[in-house]
């Protein structure tokens, strides 16, 4: 299965999210197949021999949804991949994972279609709402598939949504988010594909026994900003030491 990333332009980590991330599927992604980068800019760090690079730049301003997006409907139209997995760049595996199997995870009972409380920012709130109302539209599986997990991606199931995501992202206030309509969208049409609950799993920490505790069943996690200095960069520097085929030196 073929990894893509999407990524802005830098980070305050100096892309070592994206280093990391890298090293992790590398040493736990069963069925790795080629990665592809989208985004602004290539990390110096990175071995444009190993990957498949596509620029595709955020515009000034817009949306984080819309960004996102955009990159997605690029790497659609400059490549041939039937399916992918998308994964961020602050996204690490810790366990052996088959990604030829990957299954359309959950984490919520439904979808918010109203300006609810609680699940964010005044933009993400009303980003997942406006996401919710669309899926309702296209009669889609309501469940919460925004959990932080690599997200399975079908050219088939983009082709269907199309037309309708070009007018949700222009007509709403923030665009929508393509994941949880990308995994209901798979899902109305293969209806036996694996689709399994999981706790979601963002650390802001990981200095605590709880933080340990979390990790002790997963397979995968992500991270806030914040982690960085919370623990998170020396436990994978630990389980992380070196550079894998798709980096050009080691870092340090």
């Known amino acids: 299965m073929d990894v893509v990333y999407v990524i802005g332009r830098g980070s305050k ?4 999210e994206l280093r990391y991330s890298l090293r992790s599927i590398c040493r736990y992604g069963i069925g790795l197949g080629k990665v ?14 190993k990957v498949t690079y596509l620029q595709c730049n955020d515009q000034p301003g817009d949306s984080p949804a ?18 992918f997995l998308l994964s961020s760049d602050d996204h690490f595996f810790i366990k052996p994972t088959y990604f030829d199997l990957y299954p359309l995870y959950y984490k919520g009972a439904r979808m918010p279609s109203g300006s609810e409380k609680g ?20 009669g889609l599986d309501m469940r919460f598939f925004e959990g932080h997990t690599n997200k399975l991606y079908m050219r ?23 994941n ?7 899902l109305k049409l293969f209806p036996t594909f694996p ?5 979601d799993i963002k650390l802001e920490h990981l200095n605590t026994p709880e933080d340990r505790k979390q990790l002790k069943d997963a ?34």
């Open 66 to 83: 819309r960004n996102v997006y955009r990159k997605i409907a690029y790497v659609f139209a400059r490549t041939d991949l039937d399916a």
């Open 119 to 138: 699940i964010g920012d005044k933009r993400y709130t009303q980003t997942m709402a406006d996401t919710g109302r669309y899926m309702e539209e296209l």
């Open 180 to 186: 949880a309509p990308m995994q209901a969208c798979i």
């Open 156 to 178: 088939r199931a983009w082709s269907v949504m199309s037309d309708s995501l070009k007018r949700w992202m222009s007509g709403t206030e923030y665009g929508i988010s393509t």
């Open 195 to 199: 689709c399994q609950y999981r706790k």
């Open 219 to 252: 397979n995968s996690f992500s991270i806030y900003d914040s982690a960085i200095n919370s623990g998170v960069a020396e436990y994978l520097a630990g389980l992380f030491p070196g550079p894998c085929r798709f980096e050009k030196t080691a870092c340090w």
């Open 36 to 49: 592809i980068i989208v985004g602004d800019e290539l990390p110096e760090f990175v071995n444009e021999d």
């Open 13 to 16: 980590w100096q892309n070592n």
